[in-house]
């Protein structure tokens, strides 16, 4: 089964770097063809139609026969090693998702793996995904999580983002937020392309990075990102 | 399995020279600190992109550390 996602943009490189952003990839690793290369418009772009691309979705072969590549008797032994080196007293479920592993912790020792920014629990998803790596494709996606923690991390993110975006709406001046990581940035960027007057870009260097929200003229969102490039 | 063996299992799985990795521990006046030695070559895998690896396991120590009530430390040797 082929699985395709279609990117409006700009331009080619307007189009894939949404579709990176979106997709939390580097450009370089989609895999794409062009549908439309878009029209010009008539008047002050009026009319103009966007450059689309449809790009391949990672869904390598395993993907489609999960139960018999092994890979979660694989991850069942890691996840219990690690948890009885760390003295852990703790039971788990894989679960199997959209493609992604889901490991969910849960037990006595809960409190030892749990700390405000979840960094305990993104080690052990960390670790986890770079001892399986040899193991299983590399597009499996290994997710840890202790009994819906990480779900509240989430949603504490998206409000942070939230509140500034309204911060940013008010007083009409861009607001940085604290430095995230790719997959927390994809949250931030997700859930404010759906907020008008703000737009959204990554600023930095390096695995963790600043999101700025910068105030923008017009009416929706959606309409005034058009055109403007985002990063991851 | 001891928080030393986890250590190794783990940079074992990481390295290409499995063999050539080894763990010593050794009781310091409040820490206990492990030296763990892997091949020259092997040196990046273990520390990983910006030392990232190296920061997971030293934080997968600190949470056996708080369960144990002990301070780990990790020293990569090569």
Not at chain 1, 35 to 64: D, N
Not at chain 1, 134 to 154: A, C, M, Q, T, Y
Not at chain 2, 8 to 28: C, G, K, M, P, Y
């Amino acid at each position: 089964m082929e699985n395709f996602k279609e990117f409006q943009g700009r331009d080619l490189q307007d189009a894939l770097s949404r579709a990176a952003t979106e997709l939390d990839r580097p450009e370089r690793d989609l895999d794409y063809e062009i549908v439309s290369e878009g029209r010009k418009g008539w008047f002050l772009g009026m009319g103009s139609r966007g450059f689309q691309i449809r790009v391949k979705m990672a869904r390598p072969a395993a993907y489609e026969t999960p139960p018999e590549d092994g890979s979660v008797e694989i991850l069942e032994s890691l996840v219990s090693d690690l948890l009885e080196g760390m003295q852990m007293d703790m039971d788990f479920r894989i679960q199997q998702e959209d493609g992604c592993l889901r490991v969910n912790l849960s037990g006595p020792d809960r409190e030892f793996l749990i700390d405000p920014k979840g960094e305990i629990l993104n080690a052990f998803q960390f670790i986890l995904t770079r001892m399986s790596r040899r193991n299983f494709p590399e597009h499996i996606r290994i997710l840890v999580d202790s009994d819906g923690f990480r779900k509240k991390l989430d949603e504490e993110i998206v409000q942070m983002a939230r509140d500034a975006a309204d911060r940013v709406r008010q007083r009409g001046e861009p607001s940085r937020l604290p430095p995230l990581n790719p997959y927390e940035r994809r949250l931030v960027h997700t859930a404010l392309r759906s907020e008008t007057r703000v737009v959204t870009r990554s600023m930095g260097e390096g695995f963790l990075k600043r999101i700025s929200i910068f105030p923008a003229r017009g009416g929706s969102g959606g309409s005034v990102n058009d055109g403007r490039r985002r990063r991851p | 399995m001891e928080v030393k063996e986890l250590v190794e299992q783990i940079a074992r799985s990481l390295v290409d020279n499995s063999d050539e990795v080894s763990v010593t521990e050794e009781q310091e006046e409040r820490s206990i600190v492990l030296e763990l030695r892997v091949a020259q070559e092997d040196l990046g895998k273990v520390i990983g992109k910006q030392g990232r690896t190296a920061r997971a396991v030293r934080t997968i120590l600190t949470a056996a550390g708080r369960k144990l009530g002990k301070d780990f430390r990790l020293q990569i040797l090569e």
